[in-house]
């Protein structure tokens, strides 16, 4: 029929030239802030924050989650952690410890075939994915109705009579007020105690973050076959012949066939702007000098690999609150439990103290240590509540609770915790009523059933 049409000299017509106009604008002097009211505010939505703003939206609040990246995730999808660390017992028969999210995220992630599971420090680690890890939770996000604010990073708070009233959040659109009944901190550093004059402290000396990166290109069955001492022993032996500063690195293979993680780095990550940009770009140079290490001196399983990616900075300790109880290595150590315990944890202590490696104290196979409510409230104020990596524990302490596992569960206390405290002050709610909501964190006990990979 075409043909016909064209051979009569009939012809199509060209679509008209799109155009579009422009409109000229000027910022004006007075500039309205956005302001947005909601029950709950959390800021922060690294493993903490995204357990919190959950468990919260689903106990009926209305939930705005601020997050200061421009995507969510946290650390354990930007910074390309790539292990669950925390969530089973210890021994030959680990238990699950945390509920929650933590067995939504097992569950999505293993039908997607972007978690696999290995035997390691006395109990078991889920390595995953941390694509798949992010779109879990930008879904469930989405799906539950909680308001997401990106690129948000808080620039003012206010405190009066004991009570956070507004908070500010800088965007490149602009600033917007926050109001809300409840705040939780999982910003990592305390940003809303800082901000409100509240008290905060840190370690007298810093507390190294490590620059991960992921490989592609990896020979899978060479590197399942390189021994972890061995990459140890050659690091320690030529680290000045490559340039890398720690020495006790590892490296591990991913879900993926053919990619594999490298955890070999350590720099400090202080609180100054300036000096954290350097930082950033000295991470990824000791990356690369790692990289050549790897590929030297282990060819058959690295001598292929290139950078698939460079994760953020991971850090380890920044600030943390003074709450209304401290937890202290001994405690640890000791498997102290509280009356107000709201998780519990046996991963070792591991702290990164220095740059040539890392101190492990690792536990028996029926230690348990607990984290006390007291740790997540400040003691100056009555409607805020911190989780994740900024509460109040003594650095050794922090060490071991600032892992995956332990900052779902205290995010998810934090949540039923404001749920519970309504008008009153959150440390006056009726602790027994939290314990049961979160007894599943604390009591349950469901044996790792699944399969281990070498």
Request: aromatic share 6%; charged share 20%; net charge neutral.
């Amino acid at each position: 029929m075409m043909m016909n049409s064209l051979a009569r000299g009939h012809h199509t017509s060209a679509p008209a030239p799109r155009r579009i106009a422009s409109r000229i604008l000027r910022r004006p002097k007075r500039q309205e802030l956005q302001k947005i009211r909601c029950d709950v505010c959390v800021v922060g939505s690294g493993a903490a924050g995204i357990s919190a703003a959950l468990e919260s939206v689903r106990l009926g609040n209305k939930v705005l989650l601020v997050e200061a990246s421009p995507s969510l995730g946290g650390q354990s999808v930007h910074s390309i952690v790539g292990t669950f660390c925390g969530f089973y017992s210890n021994g030959a028969d680990p238990y699950q410890l945390v509920y929650g999210i933590a067995s939504e995220i097992i569950t999505e992630l293993g039908s997607r075939g972007a978690i696999k599971t290995r035997k390691g420090r006395n109990t078991i680690i889920h390595v995953y994915d941390e694509v798949a890890l992010s779109r879990w939770v930008e879904q469930s996000v989405a799906a539950t109705g909680i308001t997401p604010l990106l690129g948000a990073t808080i620039r003012e708070v206010s405190l009066k009579a004991r009570k956070l009233g507004s908070i500010v959040a800088a965007t490149r659109f602009g600033d917007v007020e926050i109001e809300a009944d409840h705040y939780i901190d999982a910003s990592g550093d305390a940003v809303l105690s800082w901000l409100a004059g509240l008290q905060v402290q840190e370690a007298e000396i810093p507390i190294r973050g490590t620059q991960m990166m992921t490989l592609d290109g990896v020979d899978t069955p060479s590197l399942l076959q390189t021994s972890r001492d061995e990459v140890n022993r050659r690091a320690q032996l030529l680290s000045n012949e490559y340039g890398i500063s720690r020495r006790d690195g590892f490296t591990f293979s991913a879900p993926a066939s053919g990619v594999a993680l490298v955890n070999m780095t350590h720099l400090a990550t202080p609180m100054d702007a300036v000096k954290m940009s350097r930082a950033v770009l000295e991470g990824r140079e000791q990356a690369d000098r790692v990289l050549k290490f790897l590929q030297t001196e282990f060819p058959a399983a690295f001598g292929a690999a290139r950078v698939r990616s460079y994760g953020t900075v991971g850090v380890r300790q920044t600030r943390m609150i003074k709450g209304t109880r401290t937890l202290t290595a001994d405690q640890v150590r000791q498997g102290a439990r509280f009356d107000d315990a709201v998780a519990r944890c046996s991963w070792p202590i591991e702290l990164h103290d220095n740059d040539e490696e890392g101190y492990w104290e690792e536990f028996s196979s029926d230690h348990m240590h607990y984290v006390p409510l007291g740790s997540l409230l400040p003691q100056e104020c009555d409607n805020l509540v911190t989780a994740g990596r900024c509460i109040d524990a003594d650095p050794v302490a922090l060490s071991s609770v600032r892992v995956i596992g332990p900052c779902i569960a205290m995010g998810a206390a934090a949540a039923h915790a404001c749920d519970l405290a309504g008008a009153k002050p959150i440390r006056e709610i009726n602790f027994e009523s939290l314990r049961h909501r979160i007894r599943d964190n604390l009591e349950r006990a469901d044996v790792w059933a699944g399969s281990v990979a070498p």
